[in-house]
């Protein structure tokens, strides 16, 4: 079974608005990641935050870990056409013995 | 530097043949993997290697091999294809912090390859 689940599965925005996808997992992690694929394209990465952080920042995009509640969360504000994609979480931990495993995703629509 | 090139982009087998996927990179990265991608669903981890000699599987290996020779290469064998690995299949290279035990830092990926098995 994957590691990390994300929340929703889809999600359907107006331009402008903001984006919140949710990643959860299940065991200890030392890191989370989220990529963005562009239809039929690879993964590319977009931020790493570790254990020891709780949030962190990247241009408009805004990570969130609790690693209490073993959750994440991605947010992306003013969202733009461009940011149609899917989003995956993915953590790496010391458990998985060097394993970096993702999650199943959400589908993002941004619709002009 | 061209980062990870994977060939080929795409592929058809028939069911019992055997390929190999290329994967190299020029980052000198000590970590590689290999992930499936099947439709509408989030990635798969099938081997990764930390090293030049050292390979471990992922979480779905069977019907799968890889050998890591070089720490530039790390090609993935399928033994007798099934239709069952119809898939896209991603390679991705990172940075190794040997004091963690993790792959640190991001995971740069291919571009992909599509196979399909008849």
């Known amino acids: 079974s994957q590691q990390g689940e994300e929340d929703p599965q889809a999600l359907s925005i107006q331009e402008g608005e903001n984006a919140t996808m949710n990643c959860s997992y299940k065991t200890s992690i030392n890191n989370l990641q989220w990529y963005r694929q562009n239809s039929g394209r690879g993964l590319v990465h977009l931020i790493l935050i570790r254990s020891n952080e709780r949030e962190k920042h990247s241009g408009r995009l805004r990570v969130t870990l609790d690693t209490s509640k073993k959750s994440s969360s991605l947010l992306i504000t003013a969202s733009r056409a461009a940011d149609t994609a899917s989003y995956f979480c993915?953590?790496?931990?010391?458990?998985?013995?060097?394993?970096?495993?993702f999650g199943s995703g959400t589908r993002l629509s941004i619709r002009p | 530097n061209a980062g990870v090139t994977q060939t080929p982009k795409f592929q058809v087998l028939k069911t019992g043949q055997s390929m190999t996927l290329q994967c190299a990179q020029d980052?000198?990265?000590?970590?590689m993997s290999w992930y499936r991608q099947d439709p509408g669903m989030g990635l798969r981890l099938i081997h990764y290697?930390?090293?030049?000699?050292?390979?471990d599987q992922g979480e779905v290996p069977n019907g799968y091999n890889v050998s890591r020779s070089t720490t530039e290469d790390f090609p993935l064998r399928l033994l007798s294809a099934a239709p069952s690995q119809t898939s896209v299949y991603f390679c991705?290279?990172?940075?190794?912090?040997?004091?963690?035990?993790?792959?640190?830092?991001?995971?740069?990926f291919g571009s992909g390859t599509q196979l399909s098995v008849l």
């Open positions: 993915a953590t790496g931990s010391y458990s998985s013995a060097s394993k970096i495993i």
């Open positions: 290697s930390v090293g030049a000699g050292i390979t």
């Open positions: 980052m000198n990265h000590e970590y």
């Open positions: 991705a290279s990172s940075q190794y912090v040997l004091k963690t035990g993790t792959p640190d830092e991001k995971l740069f």
